[in-house]
């Protein structure tokens, strides 16, 4: 059953995607954790797709498929966004959660942009955890436009619900990279 509405709200979010006009991938590399992004839209105005899964060596992982709605203003780009997460930490039952939020990316040069997000998931919209937080920020260097380098900050954390055990998924430093089309 789970599978199914997983498999349709892709497919509903995919549809509304439909403006979208590229496609990313690349994966982010911490100390103790490995994510692996691929997104559809992420670089233009409109609606966008993105999907994730994020694998902790010690407490878990959790993937997630967001849709988020990308507003350039100027030459910076904002993005709220909510994400579907199902969550699988180590110490805790597997269970889900449904966050909101934001991202902003700011241009410095042509090459070089400065970029953060944030989403937070209460009580009420999780299962087997009492909340979900998720911040990164950093730096992206873009020497052709196919290629983006990443370098900067995660920090993924669920909090135990009814006594179980925090499980911080990432809290450190990442160097990454994408491939856009």
Not at 59 to 73: F, M, Q, R, T
Not at 164 to 180: E, L
Request: glycine residues 14%; negative net charge.
């Amino acid at each position: 059953m789970k599978a199914v509405a997983t498999t349709a709200g892709a497919l509903a979010l995919l549809a509304l995607a439909g403006s979208a006009q590229a496609i990313d991938g690349g994966v982010d590399v911490g100390r103790d954790y490995t994510n692996l992004h691929l997104g559809l839209g992420t670089d233009s105005p409109g609606f966008a797709l993105s999907g994730d899964w994020l694998r902790s060596d010690h407490d878990g992982n959790v993937e997630s498929l967001g849709l988020g709605y990308n507003v350039a203003i100027g030459d910076v780009f904002l993005s709220p966004g909510a994400k579907v997460m199902s969550t699988n930490p180590t110490d805790s039952k597997d269970g889900y959660a449904v966050a909101v939020g934001a991202g902003v990316k700011v241009p410095v040069t042509h090459m070089f942009n400065v970029f953060g997000e944030y989403y937070y998931s209460p009580d009420a919209f999780s299962s087997h955890i009492d909340n979900y937080q998720e911040a990164s920020g950093g730096v992206s260097f873009q020497p052709i436009s196919l290629v983006d380098v990443r370098v900067g900050y995660k920090y993924m954390t669920m909090n135990g619900k009814d006594g179980r055990k925090d499980n911080v998924i990432a809290d450190g430093p990442y160097v990454g990279a994408s491939v856009h089309f």
